[in-house]
């Protein structure tokens, strides 16, 4: 829907009927319907409410504004419409500060206008006032409406168990992913603590399975952090990402990297073994790129801890994530070489790089391929294999075109750190070469010879 900012002009009211409702334009506009902000005040016999939708937006941008609705020049809803002797209708300040640039035409047909008088078009405005006030009014009973069912929801989970729980986060969990006012009816009347209450050693996966899916889309505090992040807790969400379905699995990872957001001294929670192996599951799994990125993502929030590299090299998380490289998409790519290049400053790491037979070719065709922080990393990986056994690896990447690549980054627009790198590779990559051998290996042309 279009955004516009409203004049301060005159405010007109429509009786909207049903109870003596009465609701003006200015109103919907701050109330968000129209991309204002604040609250909203509703007058209707006794009942006088403040009430902010500011993020119910969302569920207005897929209704369509009535095209008679939208001044020609500005392309968003009129508030004050006038009309023009040609018959076009504007909003009047629009008009007036064409006018104001000695444009003395109609803006839509370029006709001279004989008469330069605007004529408010009232039956435009009431109509405009009309339908929004209606669309106004079936949000507020809407939000209501899932205000209410979210109230009724919380108290049941505090009475039943089994199955009827289970029913109870599943409609929870349906009705805060389509409601934004959902969510924050949640955290404001104890939801968090009491959905996080439900997760223990005991719980069952299914149970879980629905807490973690409504826990992932709320806006969790320090203190619900701090409760989710009990041992037992983050044990339980790991096991319910190896057993659940992919959805599960996806929603355990981003719940996962939002609680590990900004701690520097809790990471060691995450050392499982088990988790790691759940992450390069997800990763492995092309079928779902979404999970694939949730699983990249959380693996390199976890790379960027050095105490937890060495596990994740010790399970052989190295090869797993060399062999995916060419299945990968730019943002997954850019996520899978950050987290090998973390690894690489490990010498197990650089080690177990080397050892792996991919990794000089899958590498070497990322060079200059996707961006030039991609290139960067790519770099950065092969400069730690080639300098670990320079004979044995340089001939490899050589063979696999690595000259010719770094002849083009140098002669790139890339920032000079990352030609410098790519000339000292080079240099590395030419020490078991004659010049003659050397050139003929790279298959230069005549001019870049």
Known sequence: MPMYVPSRGRVEEFDVGGGG????LETAVKDGILGGGGGVVVHGGAIEKKLSLRKMMEELDSIEVPSVFICPISLEPMQDPVTLCTG???????????FSLGHFTCPTTMQELWDDSITPNSTLHQLIYSWFSQKYLAMKKRSEDVQGRVL????????????????????????????????????????????????????KHVVASEAIGILVHLDLNSDGKAN??????????????????IDTKINCTKLLELLMEGKD???????????????????????????VLSGLRLLKLISSHESLRNSIVGIGAIPQLVEVLPNLNAECLELALVILEALSTLP??????????????????????????????????????????????????????????????????????????????????????????????????????
């Not at 037992?232 to 790991?238: A, E, P, R, Y």
Request: with cysteine; charged share 20%; net charge positive.
């Open 228 to 245: 989710l992040m009990q041992p037992n807790k983050i044990s339980l969400m790991v096991d319910t990402l190896n057993e659940g379905s």
């Open 348 to 449: 197990e790491g650089a080690l177990a790089l080397m050892d792996c037979r991919s990794t000089i070719p899958n590498v070497v065709k990322l060079l200059m391929k996707v961006s030039e922080s991609c290139t960067q990393f790519a770099l950065s990986i092969l400069w730690a294999v080639c300098k670990l056994a320079p004979e044995k690896c340089s001939s490899v990447a050589v063979e696999a075109g690595l000259a010719a690549k770094l002849l083009l980054v140098i002669q790139s627009g890339y920032n000079p750190v990352l030609k410098q790198r790519s000339a000292e590779l080079l240099k590395l990559c030419s020490l078991n070469y004659s010049e003659t051998i050397f050139i003929s290996k790279c298959k230069l042309t005549k001019t870049m010879q």
């Open 152 to 203: 009724e929801i919380l108290e049941t989970l505090k009475k039943v168990k089994g199955e009827a729980r289970v029913q109870a986060l599943k409609e929870l969990r349906q009705v805060v992913t389509a409601h934004d006012s959902a969510k924050k009816t949640v955290t404001d009347n104890s939801g968090v603590s009491l959905i996080t209450s439900l997760l223990g050693p005991f719980t």
């Open 88 to 98: 076009q209708t504007y909003e009047r300040s629009n008009i007036l500060k064409w």
């Open 265 to 291: 001294s809790e990471y060691e929670v995450l050392s499982s073994l088990s988790l790691f192996v759940g992450l390069l599951r997800i990763i492995k799994d092309k079928r779902h790129p979404n999970g």
């Open 21 to 24: 409702q009465v609701l003006d």
